[in-house]
């Protein structure tokens, strides 16, 4: 179990602030890396650190869990918070996360993977032709991103 799942038996549905970390990996067509989740909402590989985990680390892992792509080295391109990212889940877990995003062009391999339960499809997207499902969230970041690739 995480440690989140163990928080959870803490404190229950409670609001909490969770540190997350989402990478838009673009390949050498300057076109970005979007995973489509089982809410069919198109997003950035990435999700919540674990104990002991620097966010590099848990970008890293979690772009090779939901993608099956290696990435190196990573940029940050910003921190976002507040109450509009307030996230209640079905279950009725609360939380704001503090998602900490990068972008890395440093790809070890491009071959994808997904594994049917986080991951529904995962493709590399024009900047100007994104899926119509994707998030606003993501939307917002993408505009950061499109600042490092003019």
Known sequence: MGYIEDLRKIVGTRPLILVGAVVGVMDEQDRILLQKRPSGVWGLPGG?????ESAEEAGRREVWEETGIEI???????????????VKLENGDEFYPVTIAYRTTDIKNKKIRIDGVE?????????????????ALVRTMIQKYTKYVE
């Open 48 to 52: 919540l650190l674990e104990l002991a």
């Open 72 to 86: 190196g080295a990573l940029e940050l391109v910003g921190v976002f918070s507040g109450e509009k990212y307030f």
């Open 119 to 135: 991951t529904l499809d995962a493709q590399f997207f024009e900047l100007t032709n994104l899926p119509a499902e994707t998030s």
